[in-house]
């Protein structure tokens, strides 16, 4: 099982559950955490092969990696603790997560929170996949790693979201990095499923105005999802709105969920 954290709250009977994206861990939200204990019972994961789950790596998880094995860790954690229901919210690659979670067990998703979202592959990101294949068993995965955090996250304002990742990504392996980025094979297929199918979930993108990847594809998926999806952008604010962002994020987040 993935390694966890919980902040019970209680006068709560609601949970709140992170997801934080590749190469971090749930250190990630320690922004987070004061603001959403003081109203909800939370959850904090470790994926993978990141955080303290690193330490299972020898026993476990031996299995080629899916984003449907991946989102089922997360629902062995739910199980494991009894929880029925819970908000997710993600950031990055953590999005698809829970969008795959939401896909194979939507009774247990209330909502889904999705920061810096990844719904389509533009461009760049297409060139940046086909340059992390060719090399990634050439170079060592932190010099990788620090490229595309320079390619997302370019500007001064980005550095404090783009360090955190590069030290967090500090803590993997080269062996497990690699694993996770055999997923790219399969992400379009999945993003393109994901951009097509609405699902009755109430869903709230949190985009920063700089996050000039991925904004795009995320306010075309919103106008054909406007049943049951909402977009709120963040000036001034790139890829990691949780960290980039922290106080505008707690509060536009905690009022989405407080009208659920």
């Not at 194979?104 to 294949?133: D, E, Y």
């Not at 967090?168 to 999945?190: C, R, S």
């Not at 699902?199 to 700089?210: A, F, K, Q, R």
């Amino acid at each position: 099982m993935i390694n966890y954290t919980i902040y019970e709250n209680k006068n709560s009977s609601q949970w709140v559950t992170f997801v934080h994206g590749a190469g971090g861990s749930s250190s990630i939200w320690f922004k987070q955490i004061r603001d959403f204990k003081s109203h909800f019972n939370v959850l904090l994961l470790d994926l993978r092969g990141h955080g303290e789950s690193k330490t299972t790596l020898k026993t476990a998880f031996k299995q080629k990696y899916t984003f449907s094995s991946l989102a089922n860790d997360i629902l062995e954690v739910l199980n494991h603790l009894k929880i029925e229901k819970s908000h997710f919210i993600g950031i990055s690659l953590g999005t698809i997560l829970i969008r795959q979670l939401a896909e194979l067990h939507p009774t247990r998703v209330q909502s889904m929170i999705l920061g810096g979202a990844i719904l389509k592959m533009n461009f760049r990101s297409q060139v940046l996949m086909r340059l992390g294949n060719m090399f990634k068993y050439v170079l060592p995965y932190l010099v990788l790693y620090q490229f595309f955090a320079f390619v997302i996250m370019p500007k001064k304002s980005h550095k404090q979201s783009r360090l955190l990742f590069i030290n967090e990504a500090k803590k993997l392996y080269q062996k497990e990095f690699i694993k996770w980025f055999k997923l790219t094979a399969e992400i379009n297929p999945v993003l393109k499923w994901f951009r097509q199918m609405e699902l009755n979930i109430p869903t709230l993108y949190v985009m920063g105005d700089e996050d000039y990847m991925f904004l795009p594809s995320v306010r075309q998926v919103v106008e054909n999802h406007y049943k049951s999806s909402k977009l709120f952008v963040i000036e001034k604010c790139g890829h990691v709105v949780n960290v980039e962002q922290s106080a505008i994020f707690n509060k536009n987040v905690i009022s989405f969920l407080k009208t659920i």
